[in-house]
């Protein structure tokens, strides 16, 4: 959201042409140890639009102090129309935004292919049974049994607090 704040495409503007920005893919590889302390700078650059804009994708990377590149981010997603959910193409008034942008060396033209060129597949649950423990109206905890092999595992999932 910062590189589309600095295109003037702030929340409230994105909201007011009812169309967000939805991920469908991230990857985040690091080359080198970062501390806490050390003061990074990050790049950002159009990796590929679709005809229509409905698809993009960026290359953030990311340099220490010595212009060393310690990591690099890869995204893809796409646009939603805030009203129907479903994809959109980008607004008329964005694409001047857009081209303006640096492109990567390998900049390309994205298809509907290229948002789910993953390998990554959902694995849902299976004959489980769910269980929530509530506290003060919010969700404390989360788990699932699963039945596998006639013997009973429980997966406990991330601690989160959701408003009811």
């Not at 909201?15 to 990050?42: C, H, Q, W």
């Not at 990311?62 to 893809?76: P, R």
């Not at 060396?105 to 049974?129: C, V, W, Y």
């Not at 049994?145 to 006639?150: A, G, I, Q, S, T």
Request: one cysteine or more.
């Amino acid at each position: 959201m910062g590189l589309l704040n600095t295109l003037g495409l702030t929340h409230k503007t994105l909201v007011a042409m009812d169309i967000g920005p939805i991920i469908f893919n991230e990857s985040l590889t690091y080359f080198k140890e970062v501390l806490p302390d050390d003061t990074i700078r990050v790049s950002c650059q159009l990796a590929g639009l679709s005809d229509h804009g409905t698809f993009f994708s960026f290359v953030h990377n990311f340099y220490n102090n010595e212009g060393k590149n310690v990591a690099q981010c890869k995204m893809i997603g796409g646009w939603i129309d805030l009203n129907s959910r479903k994809l959109a193409p980008l607004p008329k008034k964005m694409w001047a935004h857009f081209k303006a942008l640096p492109k990567t060396e390998d900049f390309k033209r994205l298809t509907t292919a290229d948002t789910r060129n993953s390998d990554i597949k959902p694995k849902h649950l299976k004959n489980h049974k769910s269980n929530t423990r509530k506290l003060n109206n919010q969700i404390d905890c989360f788990y699932y049994e699963d039945n596998l092999f006639n013997k009973t595992k429980k997966t406990h999932f991330h601690k989160c607090h959701i408003p009811l």
